[in-house]
């Protein structure tokens, strides 16, 4: 079965600080993971997937994320968080057993301190 | 192209009345999804569509919900009847369906108030 469990509900950094939101998943067959993005009254837009390639993926607006298999993660990173970084940030998990399906994590919501 | 388009973007209404939402989703992609935002339950997948069938609607709560998709450009969420506890952001999403690997493009969602 597959399932995303994201380890933080919320994160608080400095501008100008590096961002960390952690992410585990499970599942039973090779996964394609994905991050997308949450702003306030919008809609949700894609950040990043991992689809068996390279295991260090770069997204838009500096965030990236590495695969590590041994240990079921798929954290997001930045080296420098800006203001507008603030958002809620979903985990998803997918695989072929599911089909296009997403099991989506509960969400990490950023705030950027000034 | 101009994305996954949904209408209308805020809908309030009464309990009781019939609500239609509306999605279309971008041009080619074969699968299109239903879903549903609260700060209770987060994202539910409610139903999916693979060229303009209903692949899987576990995730639709009741008998009040059905979803239709007669065409490969439109698609439509209805409720009825509506009550208080449908309240929430309900996203559509479509995607090319090549494979599990595929992203899922998502509308701008309809914030849906029952009073």
């Known amino acids: 079965a597959q399932s995303v469990t994201q380890l933080d509900s919320h994160v608080s950094v400095s501008e100008g600080t590096p961002v960390l939101l952690r992410c585990n998943y499970s599942s039973s067959y090779s996964p394609s993971l994905f991050w997308y993005v949450q702003h306030p009254n919008k809609g949700l837009q894609l950040l990043l997937k991992y689809t068996s390639a390279a295991t260090l993926v770069k997204g838009i607006n500096g965030f990236e994320a590495e695969f590590k298999k041994s240990e079921t993660s798929f954290h997001l990173t930045k080296p420098s968080a800006h203001m507008s970084d603030a958002a809620e940030y979903f985990c998803v998990v997918s695989d072929v057993n599911t089909g296009n399906q997403f099991y989506f994590g509960t969400g990490t919501s950023l705030t950027v301190i000034p | 192209d101009a994305g996954v388009i949904q209408s209308p973007r805020h809908e309030v209404t009464e309990m009781g009345q019939e609500v239609t939402l509306r999605c279309k989703p971008i041009s080619g992609h074969d699968y299109l999804f239903w879903y549903r935002q609260t700060m209770m339950r987060g994202l539910e997948l409610l139903i999916y569509?693979?060229?303009?069938?209903?692949?899987?609607d576990s995730g639709m709560p009741e008998d009040r919900f059905s979803a239709k998709m007669p065409n490969a450009s439109f698609s439509t969420l209805k409720i009825q009847p509506s009550e208080p506890r449908d309240s929430a952001v309900y996203f559509c999403?479509?995607?090319?369906?090549?494979?599990?690997?595929?992203?899922?493009?998502f509308g701008p969602g309809t914030r849906l108030t029952v009073l």
């Open positions: 569509f693979n060229n303009n069938v209903p692949i899987d």
């Open positions: 999403a479509s995607s090319p369906g090549q494979g599990a690997w595929d992203t899922q493009y």
